[in-house]
């Protein structure tokens, strides 16, 4: 008789599982279709953790932040060097820090064990040498970790084991992972008018269509339209931004020391900036030499490494915004990357 009871008592419990289960991943599939066309932020880190064109072997590869993302023309590097259809791809993604560099080359790496990588160009913008909320934001809830990452980044206390748990299930649940942001997307919602969301809901999934083309090989092009002197406004350079994230240039040496591990060359460039932010900002220029000077401690004695110097201050006529290039802005700083090689 106990044994009987016991037997219903198991099957009675594995069904009642068994039906949560199934209504968590219905209520996900709901929650994931129904603002995936809201949430501009999804498009960023699972562009990346979910999609295949990541792994094909490339011999070049492009990764920083946004400026690398819409300011590196992959398509068009592969035409100036008459690559082959894989030749090259742009990993790079808005808010990128050091340690999703180096997660996303590395776990680019070890999927690729017979690569033919020869070049990995690298930027990194130093107003993101400090700060977390670009990574709390998009890649801790939108980037599937590999279980390494999750061991990694804990082990070298980039997040606590309690927010290593949230990172690696984040991603993989909707309910969880667009919870944070559903207020926020439904305000939009109610407060914004029909033709409005509709925009809104337009431009996010044409972005979210040219992320995961193939066709796109990573880069999302801005535009051809351009700043005037009026847009770059004072602004004041400070030293000390890295101060108190000394963990993001561990990172930033680990991402250096693997062209030594893998035996490829990493080039290090400056990228463009309009000449009118050092015509008005005198902070400018001394900022930027002292973050390039600590971006360059974590290569010394690597002679894999390369830090190539040109000319990175342009006209107007290149940017889309004080930051980010328009189209022929990156195809000018695509064409200067191709003369390097």
């Not at 590196?72 to 808010?95: I, T």
């Not at 160009?121 to 107003?127: A, D, G, N, P």
């Not at 431009?203 to 770059?232: K, N, P, W």
Request: positive net charge; contains cysteine; charged residues 25%.
């Amino acid at each position: 008789m106990e044994s009987n009871s016991y037997t219903f008592n198991f099957k009675s419990g594995l069904l009642t599982f068994s039906s949560f289960l199934i209504v968590v991943m219905l209520m996900s599939f709901c929650v994931e279709e129904g603002f995936k066309s809201l949430d501009s932020n999804s498009n960023i880190g699972r562009s990346i953790s979910s999609n295949s064109d990541i792994y094909k072997d490339y011999s070049y590869l492009f990764i920083g932040d946004s400026r690398t993302h819409q300011g590196v023309d992959s398509r068009y590097f592969n035409q100036l060097m008459n690559l082959e259809y894989a030749g090259s791809y742009n990993l790079g993604r808005p808010g990128m820090q050091a340690p999703f560099s180096y997660f996303i080359l590395r776990d680019y790496l070890e999927n690729n064990q017979s690569t033919k990588l020869d070049t990995v160009y690298v930027q990194f913008s130093f107003y993101l040498l400090g700060g977390q909320q670009w990574m709390k934001d998009i890649y801790f809830s939108y980037y599937k970790p590999k279980i390494w990452m999750v061991s990694d980044a804990v082990s070298k206390q980039l997040v606590t084991p309690m927010e290593a748990v949230k990172w690696f299930f984040y991603p993989r649940v909707s309910l969880l992972r667009h919870r944070k942001r559903a207020t926020g997307l439904i305000k939009i919602v109610s407060e914004k008018k029909l033709h409005e969301i509709a925009e809104i809901i337009s431009s996010i999934s044409e972005t979210r269509a040219e992320m995961f083309d193939s066709r796109s090989f990573g880069y999302l092009s801005r535009g051809s339209d351009y700043i005037v002197d009026s847009d770059i406004k004072p602004t004041v350079y400070r030293e000390g931004i890295e101060r108190g994230y000394s963990l993001y240039f561990k990172y930033m040496k680990k991402f250096f020391d693997l062209a030594t591990k893998y035996k490829f060359q990493i080039i290090v460039y400056d990228f463009p900036w309009p000449k009118k932010q050092v015509e008005i900002n005198e902070t400018f220029l001394p900022a930027h030499s002292y973050y390039k000077k600590l971006i360059k401690k974590q290569a010394e004695n690597n002679s894999n490494v390369i830090f190539k110097e040109y000319d990175f201050l342009w006209e107007n006529r290149y940017f889309v915004d004080p930051l980010h290039l328009n189209q022929p802005g990156a195809e000018k700083l695509t064409e200067i990357l191709a003369r390097w090689q």
